[in-house]
């Protein structure tokens, strides 16, 4: 499931609600309509956390397929978002216990860094850009899972520590824990000075 330009925004909460009840009554067109608000943020959510963009087209299959097979089983004590990033990340974690070691390479782009646009786009200043995310995605892929995740639902993603500690099934505490750990190894890798504009 790659991303399209043909998604539609998230729906609004009482649509949402609507949309649940009708899919867990067996209704895939409302299920493809509430995931489908979605899908193309947890595509790139799983090209980051596995590098891979086949993979993250297979294991976003698999997350729908395990999404419409638990959708009896939500109870709403989360967001439907969350819920189904949940899903994401563990099935996230299952295809790198079963994949070979490799290394990966997590997509960094300059809308993830923020990079202010320089206004003459030097070259120099562009090949500077393109270097700093060659080495993000480089310290993002030798992190643990457990670390990427954390790193990549908070800074990438733009998600809270509540609903990142939800996603990855661990207290605040420990999310936090694992972000601070996963922001002091990439500053480890990459170089204060490389991250400080």
């Known amino acids: 499931m790659a991303p399209s330009a043909g998604r539609s925004a998230p729906v609004s909460a009482d649509t949402e609600a609507t949309l649940i009840t009708r899919a867990q009554a067996g209704d895939v067109s409302a299920f493809e309509q509430l995931s489908g608000a979605y899908a193309d943020r947890l595509f790139m959510l799983l090209l980051r956390l596995l590098g891979d963009r086949s993979e993250a087209e297979d294991v976003a299959q698999d997350v729908m397929l395990r999404a419409w097979q638990g959708i009896t089983g939500f109870r709403g004590q989360s967001s439907y978002f969350t819920w189904l990033y949940r899903i994401a990340v563990n099935e996230a974690n299952r295809a790198r216990e079963r994949r070979a070691r490799r290394p990966v390479d997590v997509p960094v782009g300059a809308e993830q860094l923020q990079l202010p646009a320089s206004p003459a786009h030097e070259p120099s200043r ?7 995310r060659r080495a993000l995605g480089q310290a993002l892929a030798q992190l643990p899972p457990a670390l990427r995740t954390a790193i990549v639902l908070r800074d990438v993603e733009g998600l809270s520590t ?7 099934g661990v207290s605040q505490a420990a999310f936090k824990s694992r972000l601070h750990q996963a922001r002091l190894r990439v500053r480890a890798a990459v170089g204060d000075e490389n991250l400080v504009g």
């Not at 509540?162 to 990855?168: D, F, K, L, M, V």
């Open 162 to 168: 509540q609903e990142g500690a939800e996603i990855a």
């Open 126 to 132: 562009q090949a500077e850009n393109s270097e700093l």
